[in-house]
C-alpha cells in the first residue's frame, strides 16, 4: 500500500474522526455518584416543586384585601389564630380579619395569599397591627414556583454540578442516567522506548507520549487505558491493536505513522479496518493516521513528543470531546510577536510562544526536542490561508 494517502485539511480529518465516533451510551449512577458526569436524558420534576406554599420571611400570614390602605397612621387590625411550626404538615387555615405567624420556610396557612414582614407589625396582645399593606402573592413561594411536575430540571448533556445535585436531591432523585466515560487505549511503539522507570542506555529514550496522551485523555473526560510499549514489529502490534479495540472504545497508537518501512501502524489498521487519513496538512503532525477499526477509530500519532501533543490538541480533542460530552475549556490572550513566524501556504502551523507583557515570542527547536513544552504558555495557530506571520503581527495566544 502507498505510504501516504493523500494529505487533507485539519478540517477535513476532524470531519472523518467525527464521522466515525461511537456513541458511549448511557449509564444509571446513584446521585452521589453523579456530580461531573455528562446527564444522559432530561432529567424532569416528578412532582411539584417545593410542593407547598412557603414564606420567604419571618412574618404575618394574611388575606391581602386585610390590609389594603393600612399605614403607620392607621394600621390595619388582625387577630392572630397563633403560629405555624416549621415542618408542620398542617398549617391551619385564616379567614378575613385575622392572621397567623409563619417563620422562613413555612408552610403558608390555607386561606392566606401573602405574607407581611414582622418588621411591619406591632403586637397587642392577641392583636396585629399590620402598618403597610401587602400584595397578593407577597412573600409567598407557590407550590409549583420552583418547578411543576413535568417540568425539566436539568437538560442532556449537562455536567452535573454540585448545585445540580443538591436539586435533583430535593427533588427525591436518587438515581439519574449518565453518559458512560469513553474508554480510550494508548499504545507507545519504538524498539528505542523504555518505561520511564528504567535507566536508558545508549540509543534508548523513555516513553513520553504515554503519559501525555493518558492525561490529556483524562483532561477530556476520558479514562485512559495503558496498554504499554510494542515493539516494531507489525505482528506484535497487530496483536496489541485487536486486544485494544477490545478493550476500548478507541484506539490511539503513539509512533509507527511515518515512511520508514519500521513504522507499521497504517499496514497494521488497513490489515484489521482501514486507513481513512494518512497524511495532515497540519505542523508538527503531517504524517498522523486515522482509520476505523470494527467500529473503533484509531488515530496513529507522531513519535515525536512535540509533535504528538500538537495532534492531540488539533485532531484528538475534536474526537474526544464528542465522545465523553466535556469541552475544554479555551483560554486565549491577545498578543504582538517579536519575531515573525514562516508558514506554507496550505498548512496548518501550530508554534509554541512565550507571551510576556502582552507580546507572544516564538520558541522555534528542533524536532523531538522537549524543551519548548514547559517554557512556552501556549501557541498560535497559523492558518492555511496564510504564509505567517511578522514580527509585530497582532495574534491570538491559546494557552496551555
Sequence with gaps: MSRFLRVIPVAEAIASLLAIAPDPGVEMVGLEESPFRILGSNITAPDDMPGFSRSIVDGYAVT????????????????????VEMGSPDPGEIKPGTCRYVPTGGMVPKGADAVVMIEYTEE????ILVNRPAAPGENIVA???DFAEGEIILQAGRR??????????AAGILSLPVRRIPRIAVIATGDELIPPTADPLPGQVRDVNSIVCETFIRQCGCIPVSCGIIRDNPEDLRSAVQEAVQRADAVFISGGSSK????????VI???????VHGIALSPGKPTIIGDIA????IGLPGHPSSAFIVLLAIAAPLLEAMSGQKIPVRTVPALLTAAIPSAKGREDYVRVRVRDG???PLFSKSGLLHTLVQSDGYVRVPASREGYEEGAAVEVILW
Design 295 to 298: 467500529g473503533r477509530p484509531v
Design 64 to 83: 391581602a384585601p386585610d390590609t389594603a390602605g393600612a399605614g403607620e397612621a392607621l394600621p390595619s387590625m388582625l387577630i392572630s389564630t397563633g403560629r
Design 260 to 267: 520508514d518501512e519500521r513504522d507499521a501502524s497504517a499496514e
Design 359 to 361: 507580546t507572544a515570542q
Design 160 to 169: 452535573i454540578l454540585p448545585q445540580d445535585a443538591g436539586v435533583l436531591a
Design 270 to 276: 488497513s490489515t484489521l479496518g482501514k486507513v481513512l
Design 124 to 127: 397587642m396582645g392577641d392583636q
Design 143 to 145: 407550590y409549583d414556583e
